[in-house]
């Protein structure tokens, strides 16, 4: 089991490098992803299967197509479809498709074994999860709500900026 863990851990090390390095925010959002999925995989490994699929669909689903918006808001014009056209080349799916691949390989030998459930491993279910989210981490969850609020409110007001200047210029000349 310690060999999907270590496998795992450098899937996530090495995207998330990926993430700090890429000079473009998409290729970069690729790569969260990626990041994203290998620390599931190592919730399901130790046990904590609810924990990885909240991972899955809250931060590798609905944060990221959260900032593709905001990132589709920031980007907006005519002269953008070209750039948007080159990121989205085939060659630069290589890397975090390769990744992937190990990791859904990773996964479905862990399904195939024992479920990734080991004997010294303690499963940890949704009621767990919950009490925890809702006793003890209340405060930490409610201002993590807050920072992503704020964040989104952010992003809204520089593309309401960016647009009302962008249509002040063109109606201006």
Known sequence: MSIFFYLCAAIALLATVCVITARNAVHALLYLIVSLLAIAVIFFL??????AALEVIVYAGAIMVLMLFVIMMLNQGDSTVEQERQWLAPSDWIGPGLLSAILLTLFLVLLGGNGG????????????VGAALFGHYLLAVELA???LLAGLVGAFHLARRGQSEQEGTDHGH
């Not at 130790?46 to 924990?51: D, I, K, S, T």
């Not at 459930?117 to 767990?128: D, F």
């Open 145 to 147: 709500s807050m920072v």
């Open 46 to 51: 130790y046990g904590a299967p609810f924990a």
């Open 117 to 128: 459930q080991a004997g010294a491993v303690n499963y940890v279910g949704a009621r767990q």
